[in-house]
């Protein structure tokens, strides 16, 4: 395969492979970085990386948001693009959020008792002052 | 006509995520108790009927919410399989609650002691929406607000500890809920269905045709490691040990007993609803999962015979038999699933009542949580030492318990016919060392907790234990019911494990 091909293959999945890259990106944040406040960043990454590859899957090139705004017209299907991706993609974005709190909101007690945001140094510490 | 006991799933659903905002109003600790004690009867009861109702007819059946028809509305479904397992969750997180009360009171603040039943209201109702869902991306949610939930009781007992195991346990239960929900996605964007009843018939005529073959090998990876990181398959078991053993009696003996179980009961869903066995283990997926169980049994037992820590020495073996529940599914056969399924069961009753007995002994000890100060805790308190020695020789596999019908209907399942000679030998390999293993670790703490003599002081000669210890009596009641189930298991595995085969059938 010539490198031409392989350009225009990733042009027409252009979506799909910015996502993944995202994806491996936030993956490798959240179990590489040894700071908490990065950890949570890193999970925000993974999560709109899937909301991207979602969206694009329901996505179609000049076609219209499914709301019929004057009720005179008659509806075809293949004026639209499909809803449904995008319904998924709000809960999943309402589940991230409430994560993305829970994840700060542990940080702040962790850094308010130990005074970093390294997990490493934190765990030492949890550690002595278990022993 | 819809017969009646089909709304049941959906009550069940309803109830524990009613009581978990009813809750909310209630700021006396002992009502929030008595409320999910209640739901939890409540919800056994009616999944019990569930099953008992499915299982006399052999049938399955689909409740659709809100009347939508299929494509478009949110099912539910339910088997005797999954009514059953959805009994002994409410069943275990019962014991839990009241093998746990004393250790509850100790570690929880009295005002944020119904903020605790909230959280194991909302796992409740997780727990059954896994159990019953039909539908992918309603899974996914569940997993997500049974993540939420299981941290939050990992960290009810608010120490430095207990927080910086809760995080480690949350970024890795969200980076496999990430791949999950990739997976999905994937699955999503190839099929355009998100039902298992749809999925099914289009992932069949994939693999007719063999279109999407890569994809559909990656996307089944993807969602079967998503499912094992959520549940502690070795090698990404590290959250587990720390999660477990540092929590409160009741949550250890919940998280350990039950929510591991949750995930590996929607991958079950997956690997016999969306896919086959079959498919599964053409894919190359099966033999992965198998490989990992059989390292899991292995690496857990060792760890838990460094393990100087009574409670973390339960959760390593914890990660060892989730290892036996891979073994049983990476066969991807009928009888493995059956196997796996029986071993959920079994651990489900087992670990729990381990825990429990765990945190009476170390109550009885004067708060000590090594083994070493353990010694002579039966005698002190003679109820939780027989829970804890039961249980510790179920998990040797002691003929007449349930740790032994495990042991057997898997070997049984892997010395079937048709399964390659390479993972009969690895499977029956991995069951040799990991008994042999599990009495290393347990005969020992067994011998230790009854042995006689005077109580072990501490570094300074100081004397941990003060006078007799009295057990209350939900922790009697708990432990006396868990140990005769384990018994019960082992003694009468054979009706259970009918029911189990025809119910997998209908899955």
Known sequence: MDINAILQMLHANRFEAASVILFVVGLGGMLFNRSLFKKVVSMGFMDSAIFLFLTSAGYVEGRLAPIIADPAVTATMEVYSHPLPAGLVLTGIVVSVSFT??????????????????????????????? | MRLFYENYPFFCVFISLLCGILTT?????????????????????????????????????????????????????????EALLATVFCLVMGFSLLGGEADLKEDILPEKQNLYYIMMDLLAASLFALCFTNDMFTGYVFIE???????????????????????????????????????????????????????FPAVTRLFRTGAYQYPLAVLAGMMCVGLAVKSALFPFHTWLPTAHGSATTAS??????????GYIILLIKVMCRVFTPEEIGSLGVGSVLLVLGACAMIYGSIW?????????????????????????LGLCTTAGMAAAIFQIIAHAFTKPLLFVSTGGLIDASGHQKKLYYLRGAGRRCPMAGVGFTVGGLSMVGLPL??????????????????????????????????????????????????????????PGGEAYVHGPYEACLSFRIAVVCMSVVVVLLGCFAQPLMELITRGVALL
């Open chain 2, 304 to 328: 838990a015979v460094r393990e100087p820590h009574a409670k973390r020495m339960i959760a390593y073996s914890s990660v060892a038999q989730v290892g036996y529940i891979y073994l049983g």
């Open chain 2, 401 to 458: 318990l349930a740790g032994f019908v495990t042991k057997l209907v898997l070997g049984r399942a892997a010395l079937a016919e048709g399964i390659p000679s390479w993972q009969m030998i690895l499977s029956l390999t991995a069951i040799a060392i990991s008994s042999l293993l599990n009495a290393w670790y347990y005969l020992p703490a067994i011998l230790q907790i009854w042995k006689g003599g005077e109580a072990p002081a501490g």
């Open chain 2, 252 to 261: 250890s003996a919940v998280l350990s007993g039950v929510v591991l179980k």
């Open chain 2, 145 to 199: 607000i049974n993540t939420i939930a299981a941290c939050s009781i990992v960290m009810a007992k608010d120490s430095g500890q207990t927080i910086v195991a809760t995080i480690r346990y949350l970024m890795m239960s969200l980076v496999g809920s990430g791949v999950f929900l990739f997976g999905v996605s994937m699955l999503y964007t190839i099929t355009g269905h998100l039902l298992m009843p749809s999925l």
């Open chain 1, 101 to 131: 709190a829970f994840g700060l909101a542990l940080t702040q007690r962790l850094y308010k008792k130990y005074h970093s945001l390294n997990i490493d140094e934190i765990m030492m510490q949890a550690q002595k002052s278990e022993d």
């Open chain 2, 25 to 81: 109003l209630i700021h006396d600790g002992k009502k929030a108790r008595a409320l999910t004690l209640a739901m939890l009867a409540v919800c056994a009861v009616l999944n019990g009927v569930v099953c008992f109702s499915t299982a006399a007819r052999g049938v399955s059946f689909t409740y659709s919410m809100g009347a939508f028809p299929a494509p478009w509305g949110n099912e539910l479904r339910s088997g005797p399989v």
